[in-house]
């Protein structure tokens, strides 16, 4: 998997083979919710090995990360004809936060790369087989 992010043109942030991460800061996360993404995303295995299996995380696999601040998967479509972004976080929060995440996941040892904040991005994927995943440390209920 490679992947880029530009805004007018420019490159914010790119990666050779690892993980996009969209990630959509909700109203309430914290700390908390920053570290057990960044270890859930170091350690989850979901790179293949030798025999082919997802057998090896992006640390084992010395993957990048890509993290792209994508609000609007924090979006309410139950009702109505108009997504409700309620549930998103303030800015100033979801920037703090998703840099606390990019620092975690530096510290655990993988390179990181980001998107411009804020910005309207381009991001473009070449995804090296049908593997895409949401990570929800409280889900929202199933249902209506």
């Known amino acids: 998997m490679r992947a880029r992010a530009s805004v007018a ?16 800061v909700e109203a309430g996360d914290g700390p ?16 293949d090995d030798e025999s082919g299996r997802m057998n090896r995380s992006v640390v084992e696999a010395r993957g990048d990360v890509l993290l792209v601040s994508q609000f609007t998967l924090a979006a309410d479509c139950r009702k109505g004809r108009r997504p409700s ?3 998103a976080a303030a800015p100033e929060e979801a920037r703090r936060l998703l840099e606390e995440l990019r620092g975690r996941l530096a ?5 990181v790369e980001q998107g411009r904040f804020g910005e309207h991005m381009h991001v473009e994927l070449v995804n090296d087989g ?15």
Not at 32 to 47: C, G, P, T
Not at 132 to 144: D, I, K
């Open 85 to 87: 972004f309620d549930r």
């Open 9 to 24: 043109g420019e490159t914010a942030g790119e990666i050779g083979p690892g993980l996009l991460v969209l990630v959509a």
């Open 107 to 111: 510290a655990a040892g993988i390179r």
């Open 130 to 144: 049908p593997a895409t995943f949401v990570l929800e440390r409280n889900p929202a209920p199933q249902g209506h």
């Open 32 to 47: 908390d919710e920053a570290a057990w993404l960044a270890r859930k995303l170091a350690e989850l295995r979901v790179f």
